[in-house]
């Protein structure tokens, strides 16, 4: 956001020293509990929209990433096209950015839809999955309640950045919404019992809980996206599988 003080000057001052045909914008506020007590709408929604515009103004194209959270997760799986419905303030000021950025008159922009996300990461608790690894190997006695409810489809970071480069080096016309995610179903507690069967750990501390939420912030059920229309742009997504590519990973991390 430091950026785009001063009326965007900062930025504008970037973008004349640097050629930059590409922009992918990540930053956000991406944890729906942090909305309990703080808005976030300048990052989530007004950043993009003044982005858009220094894009356009230079010539680069925008990517901008998005959330499954933009659905309600009551008619899975959703197409690009399909009817928006986010349940909780994350959703609604993500939703709020993808039609900032489409709004820019002229703008060369993409919205790029990502379920939760997982893979190397500075801290686990930097991640939604990873953070779960932190349960699974807490073996003093603690004990977790864990949602066996909400369906989620794990994608790996790595496989979003190597269709990102991917998707720059095509030369045709590229939609203004797309949708990237694994296909692998899975809970927390679903994942929980996968990272216990990797590292060998009993998971009794993990409690199975499969009612629906009742905490304060809303969460959709099911949000699968649909990724058909991006497999006819791109061919195969090459989307990792999930326990495998955990399984690699911890034992590379451990041995270090």
């Known amino acids: 956001m430091t950026l785009l003080s001063q ?27 942090a909305f309990k007590e703080v808005r976030h709408e300048l990052l989530n929604q007004d950043v993009p929209g003044q982005l858009a515009q220094v894009c356009k103004d230079n ?29 909780q303030e994350y959703g609604v000021t993500k939703l709020a950015g993808e039609k900032a950025v489409l709004g820019v008159s002229g703008a060369k922009a ?13 801290k686990n608790s ?3 999955v990873n953070t779960l690894i932190d349960v699974v190997r807490d073996q003093f006695g603690k004990t977790y309640k864990m949602d066996d409810y909400a369906q989620r489809y794990p994608t ?5 950045a190597a269709f990102l480069v991917r998707l720059s080096d095509l030369d045709k016309a ?15 507690y679903n994942i929980c019992e996968i990272f216990a069967r990797i590292l060998q750990l009993p998971i009794g501390h993990v409690i199975r809980d499969s009612s629906v939420p009742a905490d304060a912030v809303a969460r959709p059920r099911d949000c699968h996206l649909a990724t058909e229309e991006t497999i006819a742009l791109v061919g195969n997504l090459g989307c990792s599988k999930f ?12 041995a270090k």
Do not use: Q
């Not at 790996?156 to 979003?160: A, Y």
């Open 7 to 33: 009326g965007g000057a900062t930025l504008r001052r970037l973008f004349n020293e640097h050629r930059f045909d590409w922009v992918i914008h990540c930053a956000a506020e991406r944890r729906p509990d």
């Open 59 to 87: 010539g680069a194209t925008l990517v901008y990433i998005s959330t499954d959270y933009v659905f309600d997760g009551k008619n899975p799986p959703y197409k690009p096209e399909s009817e928006t419905n986010p349940l």
């Open 110 to 122: 993409v919205v790029l839809r990502v379920p939760v996300l997982y893979g190397p990461a500075p």
């Open 126 to 128: 930097d991640s939604a």
């Open 156 to 160: 790996n970071v790595l496989d979003i």
């Open 174 to 188: 590229l939609p203004r919404i797309v949708h990237y995610s694994g296909d692998e179903c899975m809970t927390k």
């Open 243 to 254: 326990e495998e590519w955990w399984s690699d990973h911890l034992k590379e991390t451990s």
